[in-house]
């Protein structure tokens, strides 16, 4: 047994215990709302400061979620309720794939960004962040290294952006056609992004036939020599 699904069943196969499954559901169905709430306690306390912090969080938010969305389609690892048979599920059962957490990573990338510019808020947001996580494998629907991954992932998009906005605005002083410029790439690429994981169309057969041999190499392929 690997230490993943070891502590899968250390956190998630235990006596019902109706108090704490009941804020663990909570949790994760509700801990974007918490910390939702933080960001309305910033701009309350903050005022126009908190605009820029509460834009960048919004931006921060998408892409985390498109990125976590194209991880999975390129992970594809079966959630563990289709793996592990006496596992307590407590909510419903999603269709989608398991690596990484889109919930993990979308609280840790917000709570990277409260953290950053709200420092009084840093606690409360990671706290807030760690909780939905681990509600996360309590509940049945992912595995530890799941919540790991997307955390990670989620703090690398929030601190790249974050670092990204403080370059841009060095460049804005000194040139700010560069900057704007820059900017507008920016959003392309993430209007790019955004298209690649919600967008209507589909991949016409060659692209797909190309698609899934990238995703599996090998020296030849039906329709392809050597």
Do not use: C
């Amino acid at each position: 047994m690997s230490l993943d699904i070891a502590l899968l069943r250390i956190i998630n196969l235990h006596e019902p215990l109706s108090l704490l499954d009941s804020f663990m559901v909570f949790i994760t169905h509700q801990g974007r709302l918490l910390l939702a709430g933080l960001s309305i306690l910033a701009m309350l306390k903050e005022g126009k400061k908190a605009i820029i912090p509460l834009i960048i969080s919004l931006i921060v938010l998408g892409l985390s979620d498109a990125t976590g969305n194209l991880l999975k389609h390129i992970f594809e690892r079966p959630r563990p309720f289709n793996v592990i048979e006496d596992l307590r599920v407590l909510v419903g059962r999603g269709t989608s794939y398991s690596f990484p957490s889109n919930h993990a990573l979308n609280a840790f990338a917000i709570a990277t960004v409260l953290g950053y510019y709200f420092r009084y808020l840093r606690i409360p947001a990671f706290l807030i962040a760690g909780l939905v996580g681990l509600s996360r494998v309590y509940v049945g629907v992912h595995y530890p290294s799941d919540v790991i991954g997307g955390a990670v992932v989620g703090l690398l998009i929030a601190l790249s952006l974050v670092y990204g906005f403080n370059r841009l605005k060095g460049v804005y002083r000194d040139d700010p056609l560069s900057a704007g410029f820059y900017l507008l790439l920016f959003f392309l690429l993430i209007a790019r992004l955004f298209y690649i994981a919600y967008g209507p169309l589909e991949l016409s057969p060659d692209e797909a036939h190309y698609w899934e041999w990238s995703r599996r190499p090998d020296l030849s392929y039906y329709s392809k020599g050597p």
